[in-house]
């Protein structure tokens, strides 16, 4: 099993900056890939960035350019650098890691995000 565990979230002004982390403890052993993802309310859950193992990202066309996944395989944690931070960024942020051959997916509790205009 794997503990997934977010923090960072809160309150930010238009045009301000949040540094989300994300934990992992447990099994920790070949974890793939490590991504962030969001749900506003009445909204789908969508993908927001994704991180490789060997450290290739992706981004939603949305964050793109003010958005920065990173990670320390060392420390088995992930994070979401956000800046330029706009009201439609306002959301539930959850943390996803996929591990193993099967490819074995678990998420954290989830980090309320809320940019104010």
């Known amino acids: 099993q794997v503990q997934v565990v977010e923090s960072g979230g809160g309150l930010v002004q238009a045009g301000g900056s949040l540094r989300l982390s994300c934990a992992a403890s447990?099994?920790?052993?070949?974890?793939?890939?490590m991504g962030w993802y969001r749900q506003a309310p009445g909204k789908q859950r969508e993908l927001v960035a994704l991180?490789?193992?060997?450290?290739?990202?992706d981004y939603a066309v949305s964050v793109k350019g003010r958005f920065t996944i990173s990670r320390n395989n060392v420390k088995n944690t992930v994070y979401l650098q956000m800046n330029s931070l706009k009201p439609e960024d306002t959301a539930v942020f959850y943390c996803?890691?996929?591990?193993?051959?099967?490819?074995?997916?678990?998420w954290g509790q989830g980090t309320q995000v809320t940019v104010s205009s």
């Open positions: 996803n890691i996929i591990r193993g051959r099967l490819n074995l997916s678990y």
């Open positions: 447990g099994s920790t052993s070949s974890i793939n890939s």
């Open positions: 991180i490789s193992s060997g450290g290739s990202t």
